[in-house]
Protein backbone atom coordinates (compact mmCIF):
# COMPACT_ATOMS: atom_id res chain seq x y z
CA UNK A 1 0.00 0.00 0.00
CA UNK A 2 1.71 3.64 -0.64
CA UNK A 3 0.30 7.21 -1.26
CA UNK A 4 0.44 9.72 -3.29
CA UNK A 5 3.27 12.48 -3.19
CA UNK A 6 2.63 14.88 -0.59
CA UNK A 7 1.32 18.20 -1.66
CA UNK A 8 1.52 21.43 0.76
CA UNK A 9 1.70 21.64 4.49
CA UNK A 10 -2.06 20.33 5.12
CA UNK A 11 -1.62 17.29 3.39
CA UNK A 12 0.30 14.18 4.66
CA UNK A 13 3.98 13.14 3.60
CA UNK A 14 4.29 9.67 1.50
CA UNK A 15 3.35 6.89 3.34
CA UNK A 16 3.69 3.10 3.10
CA UNK A 17 2.76 0.05 4.47
CA UNK A 18 4.11 -3.63 4.02
CA UNK A 19 2.83 -6.99 5.98
CA UNK A 20 3.74 -10.18 6.88
CA UNK A 21 7.67 -8.58 7.33
CA UNK A 22 8.63 -11.12 10.13
CA UNK A 23 8.52 -15.18 10.59
CA UNK A 24 8.51 -15.31 14.53
CA UNK A 25 5.35 -12.93 15.45
CA UNK A 26 1.77 -13.90 14.76
CA UNK A 27 1.46 -10.80 12.79
CA UNK A 28 3.52 -8.36 11.66
CA UNK A 29 3.94 -4.62 9.72
CA UNK A 30 6.06 -1.92 8.56
CA UNK A 31 5.23 1.34 8.32
CA UNK A 32 6.62 4.43 6.79
CA UNK A 33 5.92 8.22 6.81
CA UNK A 34 8.15 9.98 5.23
CA UNK A 35 11.47 9.22 6.30
CA UNK A 36 9.85 7.99 9.65
CA UNK A 37 9.60 4.07 9.72
CA UNK A 38 8.05 2.05 12.58
CA UNK A 39 8.66 -2.63 12.69
CA UNK A 40 5.91 -3.81 14.75
CA UNK A 41 5.21 -7.59 15.41
CA UNK A 42 1.90 -9.11 17.33
CA UNK A 43 2.22 -12.04 19.53
CA UNK A 44 -0.98 -13.71 20.79
CA UNK A 45 -3.08 -14.91 22.27
CA UNK A 46 -0.16 -16.88 24.51
CA UNK A 47 -0.52 -17.62 27.80
CA UNK A 48 -0.53 -14.67 29.78
CA UNK A 49 1.17 -14.47 33.41
CA UNK A 50 -1.10 -14.97 36.86
CA UNK A 51 -0.46 -11.42 37.69
CA UNK A 52 -1.24 -10.04 34.99
CA UNK A 53 -4.39 -12.16 33.96
CA UNK A 54 -7.75 -10.59 33.40
CA UNK A 55 -10.47 -13.07 33.69
CA UNK A 56 -12.97 -11.83 30.78
CA UNK A 57 -11.10 -10.33 28.21
CA UNK A 58 -7.34 -11.05 26.81
CA UNK A 59 -4.30 -8.97 28.33
CA UNK A 60 -2.61 -6.23 25.98
CA UNK A 61 0.22 -4.73 26.52
CA UNK A 62 2.89 -2.60 23.96
CA UNK A 63 7.05 -2.47 24.01
CA UNK A 64 8.29 0.52 22.34
CA UNK A 65 11.65 0.02 21.37
CA UNK A 66 13.84 3.17 20.41
CA UNK A 67 16.21 3.04 17.65
CA UNK A 68 19.33 3.43 19.95
CA UNK A 69 19.49 3.03 23.70
CA UNK A 70 16.88 1.95 26.29
CA UNK A 71 13.12 3.31 26.52
CA UNK A 72 12.90 6.38 28.59
CA UNK A 73 9.64 8.22 29.90
CA UNK A 74 8.76 9.35 26.22
CA UNK A 75 8.94 6.04 24.82
CA UNK A 76 6.55 4.55 28.06
CA UNK A 77 4.20 7.58 27.12
CA UNK A 78 3.57 6.65 23.36
CA UNK A 79 3.03 2.79 24.83
CA UNK A 80 0.42 4.08 27.56
CA UNK A 81 -1.72 6.02 24.53
CA UNK A 82 -0.98 3.36 21.77
CA UNK A 83 -2.39 0.42 24.13
CA UNK A 84 -4.99 2.61 25.14
CA UNK A 85 -6.00 2.57 21.65
CA UNK A 86 -5.73 -0.80 20.58
CA UNK A 87 -7.76 -1.50 23.69
CA UNK A 88 -10.62 0.44 22.21
CA UNK A 89 -10.68 -1.64 19.50
CA UNK A 90 -9.87 -5.04 20.20
CA UNK A 91 -12.59 -7.53 20.78
CA UNK A 92 -10.25 -9.21 23.67
CA UNK A 93 -13.39 -10.68 25.76
CA UNK A 94 -13.50 -13.03 22.69
CA UNK A 95 -10.36 -14.22 24.49
CA UNK A 96 -9.83 -13.97 27.91
CA UNK A 97 -7.33 -15.11 30.56
CA UNK A 98 -4.66 -14.43 27.27
CA UNK A 99 -1.72 -11.83 26.48
CA UNK A 100 -1.73 -10.14 23.16
CA UNK A 101 1.44 -8.38 22.71
CA UNK A 102 2.80 -5.52 20.25
CA UNK A 103 6.39 -4.62 20.67
CA UNK A 104 7.15 -1.47 17.90
CA UNK A 105 10.50 -1.18 17.13
CA UNK A 106 11.72 2.20 15.83
CA UNK A 107 13.97 2.17 12.38
CA UNK A 108 14.16 5.91 11.67
CA UNK A 109 12.31 8.91 13.52
CA UNK A 110 12.06 12.22 10.94
CA UNK A 111 8.45 13.21 12.66
CA UNK A 112 5.21 12.01 13.72
CA UNK A 113 6.55 9.19 15.49
CA UNK A 114 3.39 8.90 18.14
CA UNK A 115 0.95 8.84 14.53
CA UNK A 116 3.31 6.26 12.60
CA UNK A 117 3.75 3.88 15.56
CA UNK A 118 -0.17 3.55 15.52
CA UNK A 119 -0.44 3.04 12.07
CA UNK A 120 1.95 0.14 12.75
CA UNK A 121 0.17 -1.18 15.07
CA UNK A 122 -3.06 -1.39 13.13
CA UNK A 123 -1.20 -3.33 10.34
CA UNK A 124 0.43 -5.36 12.42
CA UNK A 125 -2.87 -6.65 14.28
CA UNK A 126 -4.64 -6.88 11.14
CA UNK A 127 -2.01 -9.09 9.59
CA UNK A 128 -1.79 -10.98 12.98
CA UNK A 129 -6.22 -12.06 12.33
CA UNK A 130 -6.71 -10.36 15.74
CA UNK A 131 -10.78 -9.23 15.97
CA UNK A 132 -10.76 -6.07 16.00
CA UNK A 133 -14.26 -3.99 16.11
CA UNK A 134 -12.76 -1.58 13.26
CA UNK A 135 -9.26 -0.33 12.16
CA UNK A 136 -7.80 3.34 13.43
CA UNK A 137 -5.45 4.91 12.26
CA UNK A 138 -3.31 8.20 13.55
CA UNK A 139 -1.93 11.30 12.59
CA UNK A 140 0.10 14.71 13.91
CA UNK A 141 0.02 17.97 13.19
CA UNK A 142 1.64 21.01 14.23
CA UNK A 143 0.75 24.54 14.96
CA UNK A 144 3.39 26.94 13.89
CA UNK A 145 4.22 30.35 15.42
CA UNK A 146 1.96 32.23 12.32
CA UNK A 147 -0.89 29.97 13.03
CA UNK A 148 -0.64 27.88 10.04
CA UNK A 149 -1.78 24.12 10.47
CA UNK A 150 1.43 21.60 9.01
CA UNK A 151 0.09 17.68 9.17
CA UNK A 152 2.24 14.82 9.46
CA UNK A 153 5.42 17.16 10.41
CA UNK A 154 8.69 16.56 10.08
CA UNK A 155 11.11 16.85 13.20
CA UNK A 156 12.08 19.91 12.26
CA UNK A 157 8.75 21.18 12.18
CA UNK A 158 7.75 20.07 15.36
CA UNK A 159 11.13 22.17 17.11
CA UNK A 160 9.50 25.06 15.57
CA UNK A 161 6.05 24.79 16.46
CA UNK A 162 3.93 26.01 19.53
CA UNK A 163 1.91 23.75 19.66
CA UNK A 164 1.21 19.60 18.41
CA UNK A 165 -0.85 17.31 18.28
CA UNK A 166 -1.74 13.67 17.48
CA UNK A 167 -5.33 11.79 17.27
CA UNK A 168 -6.71 8.52 16.49
CA UNK A 169 -9.23 7.55 14.69
CA UNK A 170 -11.32 4.47 14.56
CA UNK A 171 -12.83 3.68 10.46
CA UNK A 172 -16.39 2.05 11.61
CA UNK A 173 -18.13 5.83 13.50
CA UNK A 174 -14.71 7.99 12.79
CA UNK A 175 -15.06 8.03 16.64
CA UNK A 176 -11.97 9.45 18.20
CA UNK A 177 -10.13 7.25 19.99
CA UNK A 178 -6.87 8.99 21.27
CA UNK A 179 -5.41 12.90 21.24
CA UNK A 180 -2.68 13.94 23.26
CA UNK A 181 -1.27 17.80 22.96
CA UNK A 182 1.89 19.66 23.44
CA UNK A 183 2.45 23.12 23.74
CA UNK A 184 -0.40 26.30 23.55
CA UNK A 185 -2.89 27.00 21.20
CA UNK A 186 -6.05 29.28 21.73
CA UNK A 187 -9.56 27.18 21.41
CA UNK A 188 -10.77 29.25 18.35
CA UNK A 189 -8.04 27.29 16.27
CA UNK A 190 -9.45 24.06 17.14
CA UNK A 191 -12.09 24.03 14.08
CA UNK A 192 -8.81 24.43 12.07
CA UNK A 193 -7.37 21.50 12.96
CA UNK A 194 -10.42 19.46 12.52
CA UNK A 195 -11.40 20.17 9.24
CA UNK A 196 -7.42 19.17 8.01
CA UNK A 197 -7.06 15.99 10.41
CA UNK A 198 -10.63 14.66 9.71
CA UNK A 199 -9.80 14.83 6.57
CA UNK A 200 -6.34 13.47 6.21
CA UNK A 201 -7.56 10.68 8.85
CA UNK A 202 -10.62 9.74 6.18
CA UNK A 203 -7.67 9.35 3.53
CA UNK A 204 -4.92 7.54 5.36
CA UNK A 205 -8.50 4.75 6.86
CA UNK A 206 -9.90 5.02 2.95
CA UNK A 207 -5.99 2.88 2.14
CA UNK A 208 -6.23 0.54 5.28
CA UNK A 209 -7.72 -2.17 3.78
CA UNK A 210 -6.52 -6.05 4.67
CA UNK A 211 -4.34 -7.05 1.84
CA UNK A 212 -5.23 -10.93 0.51
CA UNK A 213 -2.58 -12.27 2.20
CA UNK A 214 -3.79 -11.66 5.72
CA UNK A 215 -3.92 -15.02 7.71
CA UNK A 216 -6.97 -15.89 9.22
CA UNK A 217 -8.16 -14.94 12.76
CA UNK A 218 -5.58 -16.26 15.40
CA UNK A 219 -3.83 -18.98 12.53
CA UNK A 220 -0.50 -19.99 12.53
CA UNK A 221 0.22 -19.43 15.83
CA UNK A 222 3.92 -20.44 17.24
CA UNK A 223 3.62 -21.36 20.83
CA UNK A 224 6.36 -19.93 22.89
CA UNK A 225 7.62 -17.40 20.66
CA UNK A 226 9.38 -14.18 22.39
CA UNK A 227 9.01 -10.99 21.46
CA UNK A 228 11.93 -10.22 19.96
CA UNK A 229 11.48 -8.59 16.62
CA UNK A 230 13.66 -10.55 14.55
CA UNK A 231 12.67 -12.12 10.87
Same mark, same amino acid.
Given at each position: *? ?18 ? !?? #???? =?? &? +? ?5 ? +???? =? ?8 ? #??? %?????? $??? %? $? ?6 ? =? ?7 ? !? ?10 ? &? ?28 ? *? ?7 ? *??? !? ?24 ? @? ?9 ? @????? !? *? ?8 ? &? ?21 ? +?? +? ?9 ? =? ?7
Amino acid at each position: *MKSSPRSPVCSLRHFACEQN !LL #SRPD =GS &A +SFLQGDT +SVLA =GVYGPAEVKV #SKE %IFNKAT $LEV %I $LRPKIGLP =GVAEKSRER !LVRNTCEAVVLG &ALHPRTSITVVLQVVSDAGSLLACCLNAAC *MALVDAGVP *MRA !LFCGVTCALDSDGNLVLDPTTKQEKE @ARAILTFALDS @AEQKL !L *MSTTKGLYSD &AEVPVWGRGIAQNLYNILSQLRP +SP +SVRPCWGNKRK =GASTGLRS
